[in-house]
C-alpha cells in the first residue's frame, strides 16, 4: 500500500501508493504548538485522530460534503484521494478562544453572535498569517469560485459537525479545515478533523477536551482524545439517550448428536457431484435480526434471550449469535467469520444462558 | 360434561376434531379461540392438527406463545386432561407440557398414511379403554413427526412409562420397518410424568368413523369420557 514517503509534516506522513491518485494519511503521535516551539507526544494520538476522522468524514460525506477519505486502513492510516492543498487554512470560530481572544480581547469563551471564517496562509515560515480575500485572489492562492465554495462548505461543516458533536456531548468551540483540488479539479475537504484541529468543550462542564490541554499544560491529554474519540464512536441516538439500532446474526445449529436428515441428503448429493471429501454436512438456520436497545449490552442480552425462548429448540438445537451497531463494517456478516465470535467466543460469551449450561456451541 | 378444541391461525383439524370428539361420545364440544385468556369449565382441551402459524420458524415455535397456552398451562397444572394431536403434539413440545421435540421425517416426506400404533400403556385417560398391547389403526399425516430426546432424557422418559403408543407392525411388533418416520423408539405417542396430557402423532378424529374406513379412534374420546365419569363428572 504505502509506497514511498511525500512528506514528512509535523503530526502527519503523507505516503504515496501505487495508485498515483491516491496517497495514505499516517497519523503519528507527536504534537507540536506554538508553531512547533512545544513538541511532545500523546499516545494513541495516530489512532484516536485518524478514527475519528474518518468517521466524521463519512458522516459529512453522507450530508453531501465531498471529502478526501477512502477508507481507513489502519488504525492510524486513513488512504485518501490525493489532492493538491489549497494553501489556505480555513477556520470556523463560534465562541472567541485562542488567537481571536488575543487579537480583539474577547474573553475565551465569549459567544460569537454569528460564526466567524477566518483564512491563513499555509506558510510556516511566516506564522500562518491571517489574510483576506482579497490577499488570497492577489496571491493567486484560490479563486474567486473556490473561495466562495470553501465559504460555503465551512458553514454547512461547521453545521453539521456542531449538530454530530453536539448530541454526544462535545461543544464546537472552533476548528480549521483544509481544502485541496482532486483530478478533475473539484474542490475536496482533506486533512483531518481531530482534537488537534477542533476546539471541543463538555457541554455540561466546559471542560476542555482537545490540544489546548497539551499546549496550557493541563494534564489529562491522552484521556481527553479517548473521551473524544469515545463519543464520536457512539451512536448518536445513544448520545441523545434514544434506543440504538443493532444488526444481529443468530445461527441455530442442530445439537451434536442429533440426526440431521437433510444434511445427510446433502452429502449423498454432493457425493453424487464427485464431492468424495465431504464428510458430513449439517443444515443449520441464519436468522438476522434488527433491533433497538439502549446500548451494545442490552442488545446482547436480548439477542441471548431470543435464541433461548424462540429462536432455537433446546432439546435438538444450539445457537451463536453476533451482535453489531447497525450499519458497522462487521455486521450483517456470518457469526462465524465475525471477530468476537471465533474459536469459541461466542459460545463463552454470546451464546446466553446455553453456554453456561455446557450445551456448547462452539463447533 | 364439555370439551374445548383449540383454533389457532392455521389448524386445520379443528372441525373434523369437533366433529368426531361429538359424534363418539354426545359431549359438548366447543371452540376455543387462541387470544382467549379466561376458560373456564372444560373438561378436556384438544389441541388439533394443521400448520399453526404456518409452521414458521419451527412447527409450534410460534403458536405455544399464544394467550391461550398460558391458561392451557395452568389446566394442566390443575390436572386438567390435555390431548395434542400431531401439530397440538408439537406445539405442547414447544411449551413444555410433553418431553421432546419433532424433528424432520426421516425419509424428508410428509407422510400420509396409515399405520398401527401398538398401546403401550391403557392406565392413562387417553387410552382407557383400550387393552394394553391393543393394536389401533391411525392415520398420521406430518412432516414433522420424528421424535427425539437425548438419550440420557430418553431413557428417563421410557423408565417412567411415559411412551403410551408405538408404532407397530399390524401385529403388535415394534420394528423399524413399522417406523414411518424415524421416531427414536417407535414413539407415537408421549404422556407427561403425571399423566393428564397427552400428545399423539395419529389423526384419532381421522379414523372415528365407519365410513372413514376405521372407527379405532373412537377409543381415544371415548376413553377420556370414560374417565371423567369415573372421576364424576
Ligand atoms: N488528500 C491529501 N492529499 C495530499 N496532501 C494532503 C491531503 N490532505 C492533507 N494533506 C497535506 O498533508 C500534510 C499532512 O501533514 P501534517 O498535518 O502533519 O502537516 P503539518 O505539519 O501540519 O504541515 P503543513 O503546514 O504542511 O500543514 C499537510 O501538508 C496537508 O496539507
Ligand atoms: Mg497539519
Redesign the interface.
Known sequence: MKVSELYRGKAKIVWATEDPERVVMEFTEAATAFDGAKRGVIGGKGRCNATMSAILFRYLEGEGIPTHLVEQVAENELLCRRLRIVPLEVVVRNRAAGGISRRLGIAEGTPLARPVLEFSYKSDALGDPMVNDDHALALGLATPRELAQMREMALATNALLRRFLGVRGLELIDFKLEFGRDAAGQLVLGDEISPDTCRLWDIGTGEKLDKDRFRRDLGGVEEAYEEVLRRVQADARAAAGEPVLFDGVVKVTL?E???D??GR?ITGALHSLGYRGVEEVRVGKLIEVRLRAADHAEARRQLGEMGQR??A?P??EDFAFTVEPHGSPTARADPAAAPGTEAGAAGADEAGPQAEAGAGTER | MRFGVVVFPGSNCDADCYHAIGAATGARVEYVWHRDTKISGFDCLVLPGGFSYGDYLRTGAIARFSPVMREIARFAADGGLVLGICNGFQILQEAGLLPGAMRKNESLTFRCQWTWVRVEDNRTPFTLLCEKGQVLRIPIAHYEGNFYLPPEELAEVEGRGQVVMRYSTPAGEVVPEANPNGSLGNTAAVRNAAGNVLGMMPHPERAAEGVLGCEDGRLIFRSVVEYLRGSGR
Open positions: 445439537k448428536g442429533v440426526l436428515p437433510q441428503t424462540l429462536l429448540n432439546v435438538l
